[in-house]
């Protein structure tokens, strides 16, 4: 399926100090879905020009059939984004069929992002 912003409460924001620093950014949830499989996607914004997928990779990916829940992190990238600008990440979701995919499923979820800047 097409990758969709289904949590925006989910986003990080940091100006890295060095154009040669690493950003580790982790994604920690409970996704849930009844029988429709997910994949999950880390997207980054730099400097305010849009939201586009970091390396297109699907993480986490769980297959159609049966419910489906993931807890904990689902998403740990290293990125390298090369710029002293504002960078946000966020997580995108893609899901099959017509199903519905629920993030921050249950009472008392966890629900977070972290960008850690490394330097060298």
Known sequence: G????VSSTLIATLTPVATSSKILVTVQTVC??????????????????GYTNVDGTE???????VAK???????????????????????YFSITGGGTLQVGYGVDTIQAIQAMEITA
Do not use: C, K, M
Request: glycine share 10%; no cysteine.
């Open 2 to 5: 097409t990758a969709n912003d």
């Open 32 to 49: 849930e879905s009844p029988t429709y499989g997910w994949a999950a996607y880390l997207y980054r914004d730099i400097g305010g020009a």
């Open 59 to 65: 993480r986490f990916l769980e297959v159609a059939g």
């Open 69 to 91: 829940q993931a807890n904990g992190t689902i998403i740990t990238y290293l990125d390298s984004p090369n710029t002293t600008s504002e960078v946000s990440y966020r997580p």
